[in-house]
């Protein structure tokens, strides 16, 4: 039997290939070999007087009576021209059998099996679920799709073995709340606010603490064992300064990654996912495998990487498989900036473990009793973290928490607050004045909130606010409104933005596109003589 998972994934014209198999019972390979009915078979084999052995030295190979292929897809998005994979030519090609939904006794019923959790947090995360996959607002129903059984489960156990999350926090992490749009947000906390669930008002505790002592490490009120690698050389070093948003962020991923989970980090571009990830992997001393996606990345690529030895290109395995084998933490960055077509291969590495590679060869759980030189079997250390981008616009990547975002424990990575970002900045910049970084830190804080509002296009993030303390610390010299040019003369090209801009700089005192029209002396009041 050959399941075929993610079938609307896969392009129309590419689903032709197979119409020959499912009807005829034929396929002809493109090395021209031919895969024939086990009756048309045994029917060429007494017309001809020949063996099943000589038809196969002629490269026509019987199939097996029992072979039967089994499709998997999501359902059609009705009333609109994109994402319509059923078209007629693939409707006669199966029998089809629409799965439901289940009810909410039945997924109870599986959470409580599963997980044996069955706190008041939980009915209540149920209750909203139900509430959003019925309701009569599109928005609300794309939303419930980040709250499927897969993610209700692993929701479940994390409230039994860390039962401080709230509710609210709980289905705000789960739909990504902090980066969907701003009509199916307010939808949303609309919807909890009518159901009894208040909003979390989480202040950040300036007390929080990471220590590395007696093998263990602790972040806030969580620990996790050292690892001990064989090889140390690929443990990630990177220059990071803790703040209290980053420590909690942190403590966050090692919770899930306590409970075995595979992560995703989505932000802006600049707002530290890698440092976080490259910070945390130091902390527990575990190596890293690295590997980098772009719109080129293909199947082959992902699973294979060719580099040239005396002058021949010799195909070697690519950093996932490496730590498949060896149990290095996989760290994917750029995740959707690939097509989702080639990044659903990871699908089946990360919910059964299973994976076959473009060389033939096939990933297998640790626990499987395959052998062979084409088996790999799959370290019980390895682990992904995947990183991405929030999707839509600026950044034009695929929507890969769309597509894979319940097979994670996902963390929306933001910005650092005003209080953190500012810690932060003294230390990569000492001898720069406290003036001068509160100005940076307010200007680049309303500048962000305007971008989540829609009034700018960029989201400017921590990355740019720390190169102009950086260039200052280096050359004090420097004005400050030729420093901020740095980041912001790529958008004077646009009238519109650089009169936002310079409005706001202005604002906060930072003198950048100054002159005579934009100067504006203030009222001169004559002072008492005593």
């Given at each position: 039997m050959a399941i075929l998972d993610g079938l609307h994934r896969v392009h129309k014209g590419s689903l032709a290939v197979i119409q020959r198999l499912v009807a005829d019972r034929e396929l002809q390979l493109y090395d021209g070999t031919r895969l024939i009915s086990a009756e048309r078979f045994d029917a060429l084999m007494a017309s001809e007087g020949v063996t099943a052995a000589d038809l196969e030295s002629r490269g026509v190979w019987k199939i097996h009576p029992a072979f039967r292929l089994v499709a998997l897809a999501e359902p059609p998005q009705t009333g609109s021209g994109k994402g319509q994979w059923l078209i007629p030519e693939i409707l006669s090609m199966f029998l089809y059998h629409d799965m439901r939904s289940l009810s909410k006794l039945e997924e109870t019923t599986i959470l409580r099996e599963v997980t044996g959790n069955s706190a008041e947090s939980l009915d209540e995360i149920l209750r909203i679920t139900h509430k959003l996959r019925s309701a009569e607002d599109a928005s609300l129903r794309s939303i419930s799709t980040s709250l499927s059984t897969r993610q209700l489960i692993r929701i479940a156990k994390r409230l039994q073995r860390f039962p401080d999350e709230s509710t609210y926090s709980a289905i705000n992490k789960a739909c990504l709340s902090r980066f969907l749009p701003a009509l199916a947000k307010e939808t949303l906390q609309k919807l909890l606010e009518k159901s009894g669930i208040e909003k979390d008002f989480i202040e950040e505790d300036p007390n929080i603490k990471c220590l590395a002592e007696n093998n263990m490490l602790t972040i806030g009120a969580t620990s996790a064992p050292l690892y001990n690698p064989d090889v140390q050389g690929k443990i990630p070093e990177t220059l990071f300064?803790?703040?209290?948003?980053?420590?909690?962020?942190?403590?966050?991923?090692?919770?899930?990654?306590?409970?075995?989970?595979?992560?995703?980090?989505?932000?802006?571009?600049?707002?530290?996912k890698n440092k976080l990830v490259d910070r945390l992997l130091n902390l527990l001393n575990r190596p890293r495998e690295y590997i980098q996606l772009n719109r080129d990345t293909t199947v082959q690529t992902l699973t294979l990487q060719p580099s040239v030895r005396g002058g021949v290109i010799v195909y070697d395995d690519s950093p996932?498989?490496?730590?498949?084998?060896?149990?290095?933490?996989?760290?994917?960055?750029?995740?959707?900036?690939?097509?989702?077509?080639?990044?659903?291969?990871l699908k089946s590495l990360i919910e059964s473990n299973h994976m076959i590679l473009s060389d033939g060869r096939r990933i297998v759980p640790p626990y499987s009793s395959e052998t062979g030189d084409n088996i790999i079997k799959m370290h019980p250390d390895f682990r992904m973290l995947v990183l991405a981008n929030r999707p839509g616009f600026p950044f034009l990547g695929n929507d890969f928490f769309g597509s894979l975002g319940d097979l994670f424990s996902?963390?929306?990575?933001?910005?650092?607050?005003?209080?953190?970002?500012?810690?932060?900045?003294?230390?990569?910049?000492?001898?720069?004045?406290?003036?001068?970084?509160?100005?940076?830190v307010k200007t680049f804080s309303e500048l962000r909130t305007m971008a989540d509002d829609g009034q700018i296009q960029y989201p400017y993030s921590t990355r740019e606010v720390v190169n102009i303390v950086k260039h200052l610390q280096q050359f004090p010299d420097d004005g400050l409104g030729n420093v901020v040019r740095n980041v912001f003369d790529f958008d004077s090209y646009s009238k519109e933005v650089r009169e936002t801009l310079t409005e706001v700089l202005h604002k906060h005192g930072i003198p950048i596109g100054t002159d005579p029209r934009t100067v504006r002396l203030a009222k001169e009041i004559s002072l008492p003589a005593h």
């Open positions: 300064y803790d703040t209290p948003q980053n420590l909690a962020v942190m403590e966050a991923m090692l919770q899930d990654f306590l409970m075995g989970e595979h992560l995703l980090l989505i932000g802006n571009q600049g707002v530290g996932l498989v490496q730590a498949v084998k060896s149990g290095n933490i996989l760290v994917i960055d750029e995740a959707d900036k690939a097509p989702t077509n080639v990044t659903c291969i996902t963390h929306a990575i933001d910005n650092p607050s005003m209080e953190s970002e500012l810690a932060m900045l003294k230390q990569y910049g000492p001898d720069v004045s406290d003036d001068i970084m509160r100005r940076l």
